[in-house]
């Protein structure tokens, strides 16, 4: 039987039948070579965590080439010839480290690490690819395929623009200061040409491999392809990027793989461009780029260049193929392909092969009609356009990067020789309806006609707005939106056409897209050397093992032995409707399944969050539900298999009987719930605060209203758990923030003591929030069935089913009515807000917004009420800044409205409001505004409005108090080795990005006085730190840090005596002490009950200057200055990476990350990557800028240090009042009364747009 053969960091692989055909490369490398260093999260393409580099060679050149792919989409059967490298092949700790995984380390490019690897191999392969030849734009460009939601990007960009040719003094500088080598090399590693092991470059070899009745086909010439065709029952797959977009649910008895057919490869240039079907979206780019430049007849290619370098991401266009595209738009006619949009602009052809030598060209559309069963894209041509062409092509997307369109369009202008007189037009969309491809009528009237004058113009807007009628649902943005937006594009590329003379200056920059520089930030920071290794900037103690993958999680623990895998079967069904039975009979055809279980089947408590004695979680949620649903999607069945996938696929198939299924509409909101008559029992009142002290010199009276929605957390690494049964009780491995709960609940579900579980936290990937209570879910679950099964079970949350699952930010919204004086001081306030907690009290939040909602304001005035209301969805959760940011926000907004309302600069509203003097936001903001040279750029905007019609910019300020408490115990173990001196740190609170164990290890060898080498952290355990509290609220460094100290200080007690017996060095001083029989072992617990940590503020003051392309909604954030109140702080380079991981997380919550539910069910529509956008590494402000307070110590806090990891994310609603202020100048221009424009959030590309209340008479030239 035939082989595929492979390599995988050098080590030879020939695999058959043996494996499953669904079998990826993922699967593999992880399970089977089990290198856990490359991970998966969203298996959609859309991450990032799961790239490895390959080297292979393709037909027609056979040329050897390096690129990266996402193992996660890649048939393991594709992989034959190919030499695969994982991170750990890169380098490792035996190897030798690479210089890009040193620099990513060195430059603090890490924080939780999980996606760290896939980083490093997307640069890695195309720092191989390119070698010396990379810019730093070029190296800014290529990310578009990894999301991190840590560290806010900056410093990956520039660790990886470090390796650029023309890379900035000031990144070369930060390099040199860190310590880099800038010219170390991997000792072991791949770096150049001959150490690959290249297995073969003959493509020519053809492949046939049965695997359970399946057939897997490698052809590789044409009449292959159709041979095995034959047999009817098949599926082609080319590059099989395809499923990240589509997934498919059926299993055809064939699969045919095109890639290596010698015909369907390369391209020719006759008189037309003519492109095989399998090339890849990356060929055709190199071939559009170098033809652009070439051949004359040809330079549109450099417009559809263009385009196509906003078409997915490098991993996807490395395998990803032209004829894949296009057959997805086939078969899909809704997808909005943007090859097809630019194919069909430009009047291409398309060839379908019916067998060898049987070909057919016609048009794109008349390809769409066309029956495909048994034919195959064979290639496409693309015509020389004369000169007398103009082309302009548009993709308007939710962020800057790896979106699909919300609206793509082409347009082409063909003019009579030597005349503005139009001969033909194309105008071309996408992201209208599955059957909208011509705005025919539009380029019909346009025939004849000087495209470039104003009567022209109207006629074919007026034409467009006729036929232009979108379809299409929800979480797609609304017809409305997608109308317009296809008529202002093409305005907006006659505007990019148009002859000078025609043109009215002030409208030029409407033509142009955003084209951003390269981003650039800076960091302001005091160290001071006498406190070395506390305040020195040092790097993470786990950036190397994070770097090259070794860094173990509990997603990347090993197997462990006889492993099972669960999945939740959900109820994926109207909340309040009634489950009565399941039938599991499909279920258990999958092969390996084992085990189904439901709550009948738990020997404890059918809960995860037993109630604990705090008010965080105060009432019990079901593991499994048992009657009522209370959400779409909620869990109510475990199902097992021997494979992931095979327990995912299954889970599907468990079909859940209803007694009854709820038809009424849900309640999915706080105004859902406004308006039902159940208020009484779904509104809590938390708190009324009343005013102590009512202004009575009320000059104007301001209302207004507020809303907020939620936001995913969107972890890298998956609500993970492996539960594995020992001699006495069981060990709980799990990707939790909180020991405790997990260990209780544990034992409550299985109805054992507390003491036989052991709950291990190696480290987390990513939190923010989402790991406190939802984690222990998918911990009560594996070890339910560990327990049930008596074997080790593992249970990772599959995208959809976390996103579905686990609850999300609170939404919040305000009413509120405000009563000023001249000056705009409040004399009054009174406002009511509401949080949507979903179905569930557990995690409030209203205590924290209460908290701060005040800000740094003077609240004596102000009457506060605080609700909470219960909906129909899964209980919401802390994250990054809950309840700070909601508070932060609504009264920013309401200062801001004070600001309008009056007139008077919004800056001096609010210091006009401040709480009082010994607050230092006042010289913040002086200094703040110096540095951002804000009142110069403040009047440079305004010259900007008004020389620009359709770019509008706008800078804005924030101010932020954020109050720090505390709560909890924390403990930590520290033990000293006698035998080198050297010490371990056990504690009680769980590293999960933010750099505690950095920190603690720094307070350690500070307080011992020792080098930071010495000391090393271990993973938290609840057997080693029972009763510790959450880590969360920003506090786990501090109390950590503080536990350490005091056990610390126990140490340095016994010490003492031996020390004055005159031990010079520290391991003399430990010998001795072992010798005398000293215990060199402490440990201290802190309770906030006890111990003297007081609350404190952090003060944060920023300026934001954002650009707003009016005519497609798309924004710019130009430049950010952020000033915190940071303490002295532990670790200065771990608090930078947090201000602005923070702070761009915020920015996503306020601008991309929109969830949308159907309105019918309560199911959320945007559960994966391709509708739920974070930002990317382009979507950060082009020039951000931090500073820490200077001299400023923290009298309360842990070594007068401040926290830092989640403020920064409060200050993030100042991008919404810019792009507020923004809109407001498009409107004035546009004749609107000057009104107070409330966007909607998050201010989406969609909001934006709309606020700006176009109107097409708008649409002129001059
Ligand atoms: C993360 C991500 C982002 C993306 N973003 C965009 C985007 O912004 N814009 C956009 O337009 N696209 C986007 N795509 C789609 C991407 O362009 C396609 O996935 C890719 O081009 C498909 O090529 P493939 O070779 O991988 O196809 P495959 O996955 O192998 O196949 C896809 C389909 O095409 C069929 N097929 C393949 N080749 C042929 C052929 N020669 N003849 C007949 N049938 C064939 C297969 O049977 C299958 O049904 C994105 C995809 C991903 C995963
Ligand atoms: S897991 Fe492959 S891209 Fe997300
Ligand atoms: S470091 Fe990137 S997601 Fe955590």
Redesign the pocket.
Same mark, same amino acid.
């Given at each position: 039987m035939d082989k595929v053969v492979f390599k995988i960091n050098g080590i030879e692989y020939k695999i058959g039948g043996e494996y499953s055909l669904d079998f990826t490369l993922n699967e593999f490398i992880r399970t089977v070579a089990d290198l856990r260093g490359t991970k998966v999260m969203c298996r959609?393409?859309?991450c990032g965590a799961c790239i490895v580099s390959v080297k292979a060679s393709a037909p027609p050149t056979n040329e050897l080439t390096t690129f990266a792919v996402?193992s996660c989409?890649v048939s393991i059967f594709s992989c034959h010839g190919w030499d695969i490298i994982t991170v750990e092949g890169v380098g490792n700790r035996r190897i030798g480290y690479h210089a890009i995984q040193q620099r990513l380390a060195n430059l603090n490019g890490t924080q939780c690490g999980f996606c760290t690897p896939g980083w490093i191999m997307s640069m890695y392969s195309l720092y191989e690819s390119k070698k010396n030849a990379l810019t730093s734009k070029e190296i800014e460009n290529s990310f578009a395929?990894n999301i991190c939601r840590c560290t806010g990007y900056r410093s990956i960009a520039d660790a990886f623009k470090s390796f650029a040719n023309d890379a900035s003094d000031a990144i070369k500088q930060q390099v040199i200061d860190l310590e880099d080598i800038a010219t170390s090399k991997c000792k072991g590693c791949k770096s150049d040409e001959e150490s690959w092991c290249i297995i073969e470059t003959n493509n020519n070899i053809k492949k046939e491999i049965d695997s359970d009745g399946q057939k897997w086909y490698r052809a590789t010439k044409l009449e292959d392809v159709f041979q095995a065709m034959k047999s009817g029952d098949y599926?082609? *797959?080319? !590059?099989?990027?395809?499923? #990240?977009?589509?997934s498919?649910s059926d299993q055809p008895k064939t699969i045919?793989d *095109?890639?290596n057919v010698t015909e369907?490869k390369g391209h020719e240039l006759e008189v037309n461009l003519v492109l095989g079907?399998?090339v &890849? /979206?990356n060929e055709m780019m190199d071939v559009f780029l170098k033809l652009s430049e070439d051949n004359e007849d040809f330079s549109y290619l450099k417009q559809l260049w263009e385009h196509m370098d /906003?078409?997915?991401?490098i991993p996807?266009?490395n395998? !990803?193929?032209? !004829? #894949?595209? /296009? @057959?997805?738009?086939?078969?899909h006619n809704e @997808?909005?392909?943007? /090859? @097809?949009?630019l194919f069909e602009t430009v009047g291409g052809m398309i060839t379908?092969?019916e067998g060898v030598g049987k070909y057919k060209k016609i048009t794109f559309p008349e390809f769409l009609k066309l029956d495909?069963n048994k034919?195959?894209?064979?290639n496409v041509l693309l015509p020389p356009l004369s000169n007398c062409c103009s082309v302009k092509t548009y993709?308007i997307?939710p962020r800057s990067q790896?979106?699909?369109?919300f609206v793509?369009a082409g347009i082409l202008l063909q003019f009579h020789w030597n005349s503005q007189v139009l001969e033909k037009a194309n105008i071309i969309y996408?992201g209208i309806s599955p059957s909208f491809i011509h705005a025919s009528k539009t380029e019909m009237a346009l025939i004849g006609k000087d495209p470039y004058t104003n009567e022209a113009l109207e006629i074919a807007l007026k034409t467009l707005a006729e036929e232009v009628n979108p379809t299409g649902k929800e979480p797609e943005p609304s017809v409305e939106y997608r109308k317009m937006l296809a008529i202002s594009l093409f305005y907006k590329a006659i505007l990019s056409l148009c002859p000078n003379d025609k043109i009215n200056p002030i409208y030029r920059s409407g033509g142009d897209v955003f084209k951003r520089e390269v981003s650039k930030g800076s960091q302001h920071f005091d160290t001071d050397k006498a406190l070395w290794p506390l305040n020195k900037p040092v790097k993470k103690l786990e950036a190397m093992l994070q770097c090259s993958g070794e860094l173990v999680f509990t997603n990347a623990l090993k197997k462990q032995g006889n492993e099972v895998y669960a999945a939740f079967v959900t109820a994926d069904v109207a909340p309040g409707s009634i489950i009565d039975n399941f039938d599991t009979t499909e279920a258990f055809k999958v092969p390996g399944v084992v085990a189904f279980y439901t709550a009948k089947d738990i020997p404890g408590k059918n809960t995860f969050t037993s109630p604990m004695e705090l008010t965080l979680i105060v009432v019990d949620e079901e593991l499994l539900c048992s009657e009522k649903v209370m959400y779409h999607g909620q869990p109510a069945g475990i199902i097992v298999a021997t494979r992931e996938k095979n327990a995912n696929t299954a889970s599907k198939l468990v079909k859940i009987n209803y007694k009854s299924i709820n038809d009424r509409k849900p309640l999915l909101s706080v105004d859902d719930i406004l308006k039902s008559s159940e208020t009484s029992t779904r509104i809590i009142n938390n708190k009324t605060i009343e005013p102590t002290n009512i202004g009575n010199d009320v000059k104007s009276v301001i209302k207004g209203e507020f809303k907020m929605g939620d936001q995913y957390h969107f972890y890298i690494e998956p609500q993970t758990c492996i539960a594995k049964p020992i001699n006495d009780g069981m060990e709980v491995y799990s990707a939790t923030q909180w020991l405790d709960l997990t260990n209780i609940s544990v034992a409550n579900c299985l109805n054992v003591p507390v003491n036989s579980i052991n709950v291990i936290v190696q480290k987390v990937g990513g939190s923010y929030g989402g790991k406190i209570s939802r984690s222990v879910q998918v911990a009560c679950a594996a070890a339910l069935v560990a327990h049930l099964l008596d074997t080790t079970c593992r249970l990772i949350l599959p995208l959809q089913t976390n996103m579905m699952c686990a609850g999300k930010r609170v939404p919040t919204q305000n009413s509120f009515e405000v009563g000023v004086n001249h000056k705009g001081v409040i004399q009054y306030l009174k406002t009511t807000f509401y949080q949507d907690k979903g179905h569930s009290k557990n995690e409030m939040t209203s205590g924290f917004t209460l908290h701060h909602i005040g800000n740094c304001y003077d609240t004596k005035s102000w009457q506060i009420v605080a609700n909470t209301a219960l909906t129909d969805k899964p209980s919401n959760t802390w994250c990054r800044a809950p309840g700070s940011a909601e508070g932060v926000a609504m009264t920013e907004n309401i200062m801001e409205k004070i600001a309008y309302e009056t007139g008077i600069d919004p800056i001096e509203i609010r210091i006009a409001n401040l709480n009082d003097q010994t607050n230092p936001i006042k010289e913040m903001i002086t200094q703040l505004k110096a540095d951002a040279d804000y009142d110069n750029r403040l009047e440079k905007s305004k010259e900007f409005n008004i020389k620009n019609r359709w770019r509008k910019r706008a800078i804005k300020m924030a101010l932020m108090q954020y109050d720090v408490f505390f709560f909890g115990n924390y403990n930590s173990i520290v033990s000293i080795y006698h035998g080198d001196g050297s010490v371990a740190i056990i504690h009680g609170g769980i590293e999960m990005g933010q750099g505690l164990n950095t920190k603690v290890a720094q307070v350690c060898a500070y307080t011992l006085g020792i080098p930071l080498e010495k000391v090393s952290i271990k993973a938290s355990t609840s057997h080693t730190s029972p009763n510790t509290m959450t880590t969360g609220g920003s506090i786990g460094s501090e109390c950590v840090s503080y536990a350490t100290i005091k056990a610390c200080e126990v140490l340095l007690e016994r010490l003492a005596p031996f020390r004055q017996k005159g031990a010079l060095t520290w391991e003399r001083l430990i010998a001795d002490a072992f010798n005398a029989g000293i215990d060199l072992q402490a440990s201290y617990m802190y309770s906030a009950l006890n111990d003297d940590i007081k609350p404190y503020c952090i003060y944060g003051v920023c300026a934001l200057e954002v650009e707003i392309d009016i005519l497609t909604g798309n924004h710019n954030v130009m430049r950010v200055d952020l000033l915190e109140d940071t303490g002295r702080s532990l670790s200065p380079l771990i608090d930078i990476t947090q201000i602005e991981g923070a702070f761009v997380m915020g920015l996503g919550y306020w601008t991309s990350e929109k969830l949308v539910y159907d309105n019918a069910t309560g199911r959320l529509l945007t559960d994966g &990557?391709?509708t739920y956008k974070p930002p990317g590494i382009k979507d950060i402000p082009a020039d951000m800028r931090i500073y820490f307070s200077k001299n400023t110590k923290n009298e309360f806090g842990v070594l007068q240090s401040k926290a830092t990891g989640e403020p920064a994310l409060c200050l993030a609603t100042v991008v919404i009042h810019a792009i507020r202020e923004a809109v407001r100048s498009a409107r004035l221009d546009a004749g609107y009364p000057d009104q107070w424009l409330q966007i909607d959030n998050p201010c989406t590309v969609e909001n934006i747009f709309m606020a700006v209340g176009h109107k097409i008479e708008d649409f002129k030239l001059k």
């Amino acid at each position: 039987m035939d082989k595929v053969v492979f390599k995988i960091n050098g080590i030879e692989y020939k695999i058959g039948g043996e494996y499953s055909l669904d079998f990826t490369l993922n699967e593999f490398i992880r399970t089977v070579a089990d290198l856990r260093g490359t991970k998966v999260m969203c298996r959609e393409g859309g991450c990032g965590a799961c790239i490895v580099s390959v080297k292979a060679s393709a037909p027609p050149t056979n040329e050897l080439t390096t690129f990266a792919v996402n193992s996660c989409l890649v048939s393991i059967f594709s992989c034959h010839g190919w030499d695969i490298i994982t991170v750990e092949g890169v380098g490792n700790r035996r190897i030798g480290y690479h210089a890009i995984q040193q620099r990513l380390a060195n430059l603090n490019g890490t924080q939780c690490g999980f996606c760290t690897p896939g980083w490093i191999m997307s640069m890695y392969s195309l720092y191989e690819s390119k070698k010396n030849a990379l810019t730093s734009k070029e190296i800014e460009n290529s990310f578009a395929s990894n999301i991190c939601r840590c560290t806010g990007y900056r410093s990956i960009a520039d660790a990886f623009k470090s390796f650029a040719n023309d890379a900035s003094d000031a990144i070369k500088q930060q390099v040199i200061d860190l310590e880099d080598i800038a010219t170390s090399k991997c000792k072991g590693c791949k770096s150049d040409e001959e150490s690959w092991c290249i297995i073969e470059t003959n493509n020519n070899i053809k492949k046939e491999i049965d695997s359970d009745g399946q057939k897997w086909y490698r052809a590789t010439k044409l009449e292959d392809v159709f041979q095995a065709m034959k047999s009817g029952d098949y599926r082609i *797959i080319a !590059g099989n990027t395809g499923q #990240g977009v589509y997934s498919y649910s059926d299993q055809p008895k064939t699969i045919i793989d *095109i890639s290596n057919v010698t015909e369907l490869k390369g391209h020719e240039l006759e008189v037309n461009l003519v492109l095989g079907s399998a090339v &890849t /979206l990356n060929e055709m780019m190199d071939v559009f780029l170098k033809l652009s430049e070439d051949n004359e007849d040809f330079s549109y290619l450099k417009q559809l260049w263009e385009h196509m370098d /906003l078409v997915a991401h490098i991993p996807v266009r490395n395998i !990803g193929t032209i !004829g #894949g595209n /296009l @057959f997805m738009k086939h078969r899909h006619n809704e @997808f909005q392909s943007d /090859l @097809f949009v630019l194919f069909e602009t430009v009047g291409g052809m398309i060839t379908i092969a019916e067998g060898v030598g049987k070909y057919k060209k016609i048009t794109f559309p008349e390809f769409l009609k066309l029956d495909m069963n048994k034919k195959l894209i064979f290639n496409v041509l693309l015509p020389p356009l004369s000169n007398c062409c103009s082309v302009k092509t548009y993709k308007i997307m939710p962020r800057s990067q790896n979106s699909h369109a919300f609206v793509n369009a082409g347009i082409l202008l063909q003019f009579h020789w030597n005349s503005q007189v139009l001969e033909k037009a194309n105008i071309i969309y996408g992201g209208i309806s599955p059957s909208f491809i011509h705005a025919s009528k539009t380029e019909m009237a346009l025939i004849g006609k000087d495209p470039y004058t104003n009567e022209a113009l109207e006629i074919a807007l007026k034409t467009l707005a006729e036929e232009v009628n979108p379809t299409g649902k929800e979480p797609e943005p609304s017809v409305e939106y997608r109308k317009m937006l296809a008529i202002s594009l093409f305005y907006k590329a006659i505007l990019s056409l148009c002859p000078n003379d025609k043109i009215n200056p002030i409208y030029r920059s409407g033509g142009d897209v955003f084209k951003r520089e390269v981003s650039k930030g800076s960091q302001h920071f005091d160290t001071d050397k006498a406190l070395w290794p506390l305040n020195k900037p040092v790097k993470k103690l786990e950036a190397m093992l994070q770097c090259s993958g070794e860094l173990v999680f509990t997603n990347a623990l090993k197997k462990q032995g006889n492993e099972v895998y669960a999945a939740f079967v959900t109820a994926d069904v109207a909340p309040g409707s009634i489950i009565d039975n399941f039938d599991t009979t499909e279920a258990f055809k999958v092969p390996g399944v084992v085990a189904f279980y439901t709550a009948k089947d738990i020997p404890g408590k059918n809960t995860f969050t037993s109630p604990m004695e705090l008010t965080l979680i105060v009432v019990d949620e079901e593991l499994l539900c048992s009657e009522k649903v209370m959400y779409h999607g909620q869990p109510a069945g475990i199902i097992v298999a021997t494979r992931e996938k095979n327990a995912n696929t299954a889970s599907k198939l468990v079909k859940i009987n209803y007694k009854s299924i709820n038809d009424r509409k849900p309640l999915l909101s706080v105004d859902d719930i406004l308006k039902s008559s159940e208020t009484s029992t779904r509104i809590i009142n938390n708190k009324t605060i009343e005013p102590t002290n009512i202004g009575n010199d009320v000059k104007s009276v301001i209302k207004g209203e507020f809303k907020m929605g939620d936001q995913y957390h969107f972890y890298i690494e998956p609500q993970t758990c492996i539960a594995k049964p020992i001699n006495d009780g069981m060990e709980v491995y799990s990707a939790t923030q909180w020991l405790d709960l997990t260990n209780i609940s544990v034992a409550n579900c299985l109805n054992v003591p507390v003491n036989s579980i052991n709950v291990i936290v190696q480290k987390v990937g990513g939190s923010y929030g989402g790991k406190i209570s939802r984690s222990v879910q998918v911990a009560c679950a594996a070890a339910l069935v560990a327990h049930l099964l008596d074997t080790t079970c593992r249970l990772i949350l599959p995208l959809q089913t976390n996103m579905m699952c686990a609850g999300k930010r609170v939404p919040t919204q305000n009413s509120f009515e405000v009563g000023v004086n001249h000056k705009g001081v409040i004399q009054y306030l009174k406002t009511t807000f509401y949080q949507d907690k979903g179905h569930s009290k557990n995690e409030m939040t209203s205590g924290f917004t209460l908290h701060h909602i005040g800000n740094c304001y003077d609240t004596k005035s102000w009457q506060i009420v605080a609700n909470t209301a219960l909906t129909d969805k899964p209980s919401n959760t802390w994250c990054r800044a809950p309840g700070s940011a909601e508070g932060v926000a609504m009264t920013e907004n309401i200062m801001e409205k004070i600001a309008y309302e009056t007139g008077i600069d919004p800056i001096e509203i609010r210091i006009a409001n401040l709480n009082d003097q010994t607050n230092p936001i006042k010289e913040m903001i002086t200094q703040l505004k110096a540095d951002a040279d804000y009142d110069n750029r403040l009047e440079k905007s305004k010259e900007f409005n008004i020389k620009n019609r359709w770019r509008k910019r706008a800078i804005k300020m924030a101010l932020m108090q954020y109050d720090v408490f505390f709560f909890g115990n924390y403990n930590s173990i520290v033990s000293i080795y006698h035998g080198d001196g050297s010490v371990a740190i056990i504690h009680g609170g769980i590293e999960m990005g933010q750099g505690l164990n950095t920190k603690v290890a720094q307070v350690c060898a500070y307080t011992l006085g020792i080098p930071l080498e010495k000391v090393s952290i271990k993973a938290s355990t609840s057997h080693t730190s029972p009763n510790t509290m959450t880590t969360g609220g920003s506090i786990g460094s501090e109390c950590v840090s503080y536990a350490t100290i005091k056990a610390c200080e126990v140490l340095l007690e016994r010490l003492a005596p031996f020390r004055q017996k005159g031990a010079l060095t520290w391991e003399r001083l430990i010998a001795d002490a072992f010798n005398a029989g000293i215990d060199l072992q402490a440990s201290y617990m802190y309770s906030a009950l006890n111990d003297d940590i007081k609350p404190y503020c952090i003060y944060g003051v920023c300026a934001l200057e954002v650009e707003i392309d009016i005519l497609t909604g798309n924004h710019n954030v130009m430049r950010v200055d952020l000033l915190e109140d940071t303490g002295r702080s532990l670790s200065p380079l771990i608090d930078i990476t947090q201000i602005e991981g923070a702070f761009v997380m915020g920015l996503g919550y306020w601008t991309s990350e929109k969830l949308v539910y159907d309105n019918a069910t309560g199911r959320l529509l945007t559960d994966g &990557t391709w509708t739920y956008k974070p930002p990317g590494i382009k979507d950060i402000p082009a020039d951000m800028r931090i500073y820490f307070s200077k001299n400023t110590k923290n009298e309360f806090g842990v070594l007068q240090s401040k926290a830092t990891g989640e403020p920064a994310l409060c200050l993030a609603t100042v991008v919404i009042h810019a792009i507020r202020e923004a809109v407001r100048s498009a409107r004035l221009d546009a004749g609107y009364p000057d009104q107070w424009l409330q966007i909607d959030n998050p201010c989406t590309v969609e909001n934006i747009f709309m606020a700006v209340g176009h109107k097409i008479e708008d649409f002129k030239l001059k």
